[in-house]
């Protein structure tokens, strides 16, 4: 997210030392669009630390602008639309930043892209007004435009109106949909589902990671040929797709990485893996002794850990 924080606390009780607790939130990528990279915090003495994807390493040699652009073509080939569920905060931007830079280089077929989602839109002005949390090359590619705007081109239109997104049902033109959601659980990306995922000529582009049980996970695993909507059984007769390489979380490595400069940088005494599957926290955790952290637990909820 645009800004994100790591939070730090710094502890005294009475007389006894002072402990520097941090907790990670979610580790960004290195080398993504728009954001820079993720750092760290010296002198920490115990941290909460996330582990989304501790067991796992993301696809080497994934492309996501050229996954992007595979998608896209298709769809206008095959006259259909172009679904793609996304986080509202941090994911729709980036696909929009890269969905630009196909435009400009004259790459993307001239078909409509909407941004279906009002906090999307309005994150995006947020986005728009802290150029100075940029990173190098999205700064580069603003200066080097005429409307000095990487998340605005000349098909792409952004709804707030109810109206204008229900005007999409009908729209029977080659067209991309980027709608939150990103996990298919509420909002608008919804009724563009259930109005074309019985559709061939659909393609269902996942940006994201979809937690068990959600209805994009579901989706995205294939493994039931109906699906219910709103309540309503839907046959899934659209392509289903993932955009390679576009998760914003760091990944196995990276989360080494991040929790190993921490503790080279301080004294960590324990690291509490948490926001994660109970496998990537159980893959992880011998990992991270193994590269020379002293303590790492996987809190239960509701347990409590004395900072001694």
Known sequence: MLGAAIV???????AGDPVKLVFSGDIGRSEMP??????????????????????????????????????????FDSGGKLIIPAFA?????????????????GDLPRMQVFVDSPLAVNATSVFREHVECFEDATIEQLLSEEDEDPLSFGSLHYIRDV??????????????????????????ILHHLKNNIGKPNTTIMFAGYQAPHTLGRIIQDGTKDIVKIFGEP???RAKVCKLESSSGHADQTGLRGWAKTMHESGDVKKIALVHCELDSAQTLEPLLLGD???SVVIPARGESIPLT
């Not at 730090?8 to 009475?14: M, P």
């Not at 109206?163 to 608008?188: A, Q, T, V, Y």
């Open 163 to 188: 109206k204008d997104s229900i005007r999409l049902n009908s729209f029977h033109e080659p067209c991309i949909i980027i709608s939150s959601s990103g996990m298919c659980e509420s909002g608008r």
């Open 8 to 14: 730090e606390l710094d502890l005294k009780e009475g």
């Open 292 to 294: 020379g952290i002293r």
């Open 234 to 236: 839907y046959e899934v």
């Open 89 to 105: 905060v941090g994911r729709t931007q980036e696909i929009v930043y890269r969905l630009n830079l196909l435009w400009e280089s």
């Open 34 to 75: 728009i954001l820079k990279d993720p750092v760290t915090v010296p002198g920490a003495n115990y941290v909460i630390m996330e582990a989304t994807y501790g067991n796992r390493n993301h696809e080497a040699g994934g492309d996501a602008l050229a996954s992007l652009l595979r998608a896209a073509k298709s769809t």
